[in-house]
Structures are given as C-alpha cells and as structure tokens.
C-alpha cells in the first residue's frame, strides 16, 4: 500500500462517501480539495473535518480528514479521486495541476459522460483511471 495520502477533487455527497470509505480502509485520513473554505464541509481551525456517515439502519461512523484548498497545497499528488461533475473536471484537474505527480494515479468519477477523454488528453503524464457505471 502506497504511503502517500489520497487526495479528493470534490467534497460533494461522492467525495465525502469515497473519504469516509477510504479512512474506513485504511486508517489513514484522507485530504478533500474544496474550491473554497465558505461552501466547504465543517472543518476546525487547523483544516481538519469530521465527515460523519448514517447507515440505514441508523448507526453512525466518523471519519477525519482534512481540508485544503488548490492553492494550499505544497506536497505532490500521488493518488487522486476526482468527484465533481463532469462539465466541471477538466477546470478542477487545471486548478491543482502544479502540484500533480509525474504519473499520478487519477481515478475519474464523474455523473457525466464526455469529460473523460479531455483530461485524458490534457494530462498525459498521469495515469487516468475511468469508472463507467453501466
């Protein structure tokens, strides 16, 4: 397992769902790339969050992460999950492309279709993963 963190593009209902799930997986926070701090999820003063989940049977689940903006961040991108729609993607992926590893593995899901090529072409140099919900 690789010891970079995860990073997602998008702190909708998708993002939040794949955070809590990937903290539930590996114990390891995960960091929300947000557009900006006024419309982004509860964080503290320190840029950390709880995202809380409710399952049907009504038990609930925290899991920490923590916030950033694109222009927060100073480490490279490593592992990527892109959350945002997909008229918004190819913005969202421009935004953060400074801090992009060579061969950064960028896992596409979008509700939407059309985006997935543009930012396979926009980006080369990263591995862009697609996943298509038939």
């Known amino acids: 397992m690789s010891s970079h963190p ?10 939040c769902l794949w955070a809590a799930t990937l903290h539930q997986a590996t114990g390891k926070s995960p960091v929300m790339i947000v557009r900006n701090r006024e419309h982004s999820i509860n964080e503290n003063t320190d840029k950390k969050a709880v995202l809380t989940l409710t399952r049907l049977d009504k038990t609930e689940s925290c899991h920490p992460v923590s916030v950033v903006t694109a222009d927060e961040i100073t480490a490279p991108i490593h592992q990527l999950i892109v959350c945002t729609k997909a008229s918004d993607a190819l913005t969202a992926m421009n935004s953060i492309s400074p801090v992009l590893a060579k061969h950064c593995n960028v896992l596409l899901l979008q509700n939407g279709m059309g985006s997935q090529e543009a930012v396979a072409e926009a980006f080369p140099a990263q591995n862009i993963w697609i996943w298509l919900n038939h």
């Not at 995860?6 to 993002?15: F, K, N, Q, T, V």
């Open 6 to 15: 995860w990073y997602i593009l998008g702190a909708g209902s998708i993002g």
